[in-house]
């Protein structure tokens, strides 16, 4: 949930003087959806400083200088609808009708039609709906309302109104009224839950790899019954050192990282000579020999051999079938694709963008398309790595549903990209400047979070249509069985904090949830994909309703269910959800149960109360859980948590109690199964802690390979077990 900071962000942690929010302020925050006042996790009621209003505000592009200003802003906020014929986007679900609005000069006939995506015309039906016309700029206009069936098809659609004066167009978008869950899941499935670079096999090339993903996915389909593999974000890095570590601050959502491609698997590695083979296998063989190492990932020395190996089998072509089965992937992806490749080759070529020429600050500016004539084949590279991700994850998702899981390949969507990379740069006209999202303080992180990463503006985003948000979707969505959203709130509302304010200085923005739902239902509807949505932290329970209402699953990891600090039985947990015993913002289990989440917030300073009181904290929570399991015979009463097999027992016996629970899916951790005690991430961190860096170990941190995961053990039979209906 917590993506880190890159190394050259700055946070200051000094909050300006609160001030209060004025009368015209509050009102103007209130019809962009920015909050004056919120309740926090404690349940207690924070009013928001006026000065954090006016940064958001301002963000958004509204002037709040002074009073006068503010009512201006008002006025133009409140005709802007009134100003045009049709909405940007109509969002609709199925099954409902929808009453779509068209502004006309008052008296004036209008008809409207939906130009469906099959190319058929449905003519709409006038309403009787009466609305005051408005005065707009010396012009009297009325409000002319139309019924959009309910039993129209899913699908993005076109609708047109005309009057004798002035026509108009916009998309309307016709989602399912919900997503299947049962159709998908049936009663139950499990799965494991991986980071894909940390999970190394004695083929991978130091990370682990899209060939690794696959041979877990067929392994535990096949001999577990296993109905998924929960990965880590596989979205793309800078492809110019230093590779940013973290997977949830990429540079993009929409492509993916080439340093998950396993190299020997793109079929035009057979058509190099063998004196670039050798080379090739002397790279591999390098880093092969540190998949045995408990050394830290080093990504930078892992993508600058394949990024040789890679260029080297660009190089060679490819026959015509495949030629046109990549000149089809390339029309498919469009433009985003090719913004991207572009971003990609403009950073190899003038490294980090505050060192880019002027010119090519915008991807629709004469200069950016001049490179891409000069850069051709540097751009068509990273087209190309783009067309091997698709591939490779298409025959992991393939070789997983062979394998008899339900789902295959479930992926990980983060919250937002790095504030200078890919995304901010092609879709700069659509997210905020001068914010980061976050998180609000909560027990676990007391300062709050800055992901400094750039949001949606919503009104942006809106006034797009959404397409920026549905493009980023179908790619993720091509080859994936299931999506998880990490920090899904974000779909409700985020919290921004403005630059040069501390973490817990921000304020939540809201979002047309309803529109952003409905895009996501239908394009995971088209993909047969399963949503769920990671509603951790502060989430009203309002939130959960809509998402379940919807059918998108929440998230239940053991160590938050609690009610009033008492833990939850796990039988009395929710139905919808991924349920888990841990997360990767947690040590794994074995980590957990020995207080490694205490040592690393008390060493790193990142605690606000005494260390003694936190770990008095962590062993009544231990006991109070070991009080539960012990009343449903999960766990023995002699156990020794100083003894290896004692911590084992204890791991075993809350897996139980995961399994016991009537969560739909439910996730082990792939960690889990292997005794490994490291966090993979601390959150509120950048290089105090080694984050996304640490690879697969056992108890003593001794590396573990995929291949010996996979030779099976009586620990992995235990964890599982009862998910085999042993």
């Given at each position: ?5 890159s ?12 001030t ?8 103007l925050?209130?019809?962009y ?5 919120y ?6 009621l ?17 002037d709040?200088?002074?009073p ?14 009134w100003?045009?014929?049709l ?17 006309v000069?008052?008296?004036d006939?209008?008809?409207a ?19 005051d016309?408005v005065?707009v ?28 004066g002035r ?10 009224l919900?997503?299947?869950?049962d159709a ?43 109905g ?8 793309a ?8 570590p973290?997977?949830?601050l990429?540079v ?55 990024r ?37 080759a ?24 001049a ?23 298409a ?17 990980d ?59 980023m979707l179908?790619t ?11 920090h899904?709130?974000?779909?409700f ?33 088209r993909a047969?994909?399963l ?59 074995a ?20 260390v ?32 290896d097999?004692?911590?084992?027992a ?21 960690p ?49 077990g ?5």
């Amino acid at each position: 949930m917590d993506p880190s900071t890159s190394g050259d962000l700055v946070i200051d942690n000094t909050a300006p003087e609160w001030t209060p929010v004025p009368e015209g302020l509050a009102r103007l925050a209130g019809a962009y959806g920015v909050a004056t006042e919120y309740w926090d996790q404690a349940g207690e009621l924070v009013y928001v400083s006026g000065a954090v209003v006016e940064a958001i505000l301002g963000a958004l592009g509204v002037d709040t200088s002074s009073p006068d200003a503010i009512e201006a802003a008002l006025e133009e906020k409140r005709l802007r609808d009134w100003r045009r014929m049709l909405p940007p986007v109509f969002v609709m679900r199925s099954g409902q009708d929808g009453r779509l609005w068209a502004h006309v000069v008052d008296g004036d006939p209008v008809r409207a039609w939906l130009e469906l995506e099959d190319g058929a015309r449905v003519d709409l039906e006038q309403m009787e709906f009466w609305v005051d016309p408005v005065d707009v700029d010396g012009v009297r206009i009325g409000e002319a309302s139309f019924r959009v069936p309910g039993d129209l098809p899913l699908g993005w659609h076109t609708v047109h109104a005309e009057t004798p004066g002035r026509t108009a167009s916009t998309p309307v978008v016709i989602a399912p009224l919900r997503l299947d869950p049962d159709a998908l899941v049936g009663d139950r499935q499990w799965g494991f839950m991986t980071q894909v670079y940390a999970m190394r096999s004695s083929q991978s090339w130091g990370l682990g790899d899209l060939r690794d993903l696959t041979a877990l996915a067929e392994w535990s389909g096949r001999d577990l019954g296993a109905g998924f593999v929960l990965i880590n974000p596989l979205h793309a890095a800078s492809p110019v050192p230093p590779m940013a570590p973290s997977p949830y601050l990429p540079v993009t959502r929409r492509f993916a990282n080439p340093i998950y491609l396993h190299v020997e698997d793109i079929p035009e590695f057979d058509r190099l000579d063998a004196a670039v083979v050798a080379r090739i296998e002397e790279l591999a063989g390098v880093l092969r020999r540190r998949n045995s190492s408990s050394d830290l990932l080093d990504r930078d020395a892992v993508w600058g051999a394949k990024r040789t190996a890679l260029e080297a089998i660009h190089a060679t072509g490819m026959d015509p079938m495949r030629a046109e089965q990549y000149d089809a992937f390339v029309r498919e992806q469009g433009s985003g694709l090719l913004d991207f490749a572009t971003w990609c080759a403009i950073s190899d070529v003038h490294g980090h963008p505050s060192q880019w020429p002027a010119g090519l600050g915008h991807p629709a500016g004469s200069e950016v398309a001049a490179f891409r004539g000069e850069h051709a084949d540097l751009v068509d590279f990273h087209v190309w790595l783009q067309w091997q991700l698709d591939e490779q994850l298409a025959v992991a998702q393939e070789r997983a549903r062979e394998a008899g899981m339900a789902l295959g390949v479930m992926l990980d969507l983060a919250v937002g990209v790095h504030p200078e990379g890919a995304d901010a740069w092609s879709l700069q006209d659509v997210l905020a400047r001068g914010v980061g999202v976050g998180a609000p303080p909560d027990m676990y992180n007391q300062m709050g979070q800055n992901w400094h990463q750039p949001p949606w503006r919503p009104d942006a985003l809106a006034e797009a249509a959404f397409v920026p948000f549905r493009d980023m979707l179908r790619t993720v969505l091509r080859n994936a069985g299931g999506l998880r959203i990490d920090h899904v709130l974000g779909l409700f509302r985020m919290w921004w904090v403005p630059s040069g304010f501390p973490a817990y200085a921000g304020t939540f923005v809201r979002f047309d949830f309803d529109a952003m739902l409905s895009v996501l239902m239908l394009e995971a509807h088209r993909a047969g994909a399963l949503i769920v949505g990671e509603d951790l932290g502060t989430v009203e329970p309002w939130v959960q309703e809509a998402l379940a209402e919807r059918g998108i699953l929440g998230t239940s990891i053991l160590w938050f269910e609690a009610d009033a600090g008492a833990v939850r039985d796990p039988h009395d947990w929710r139905r919808e959800v991924l349920a888990s015993v841990t997360v990767h913002d947690l040590p794994p289990t074995a980590g957990y149960l020995r207080d490694e989440h205490v040592r690393i917030r008390s060493e790193l300073g990142l605690l606000t109360t005494p260390v003694e009181e936190e770990r008095a904290k962590a062993d009544a929570e231990r006991q109070a859980w070991a009080e539960v399991l012990r009343r449903h015979g999960w766990l023995g009463v002699d156990i020794d948590m100083t003894t290896d097999e004692g911590l084992n027992a204890f791991t075993v016996a809350l897996h139980r109690a995961v399994a016991a629970s009537p969560a739909r899916l439910v996730g082990v951790g792939l960690p889990d199964v292997v005794g490994d005690r490291r966090a993979q991430n601390q959150p509120g961190t950048d290089q105090e802690y080694p984050n996304w860096r640490v690879p697969m170990g056992d108890a003593t941190g001794a590396a573990v390979l995929l291949d010996d995961v996979m030779a099976g053990s009586e620990l992995i039979d235990r964890l599982t077990g009862p998910l085999r209906g042993e």
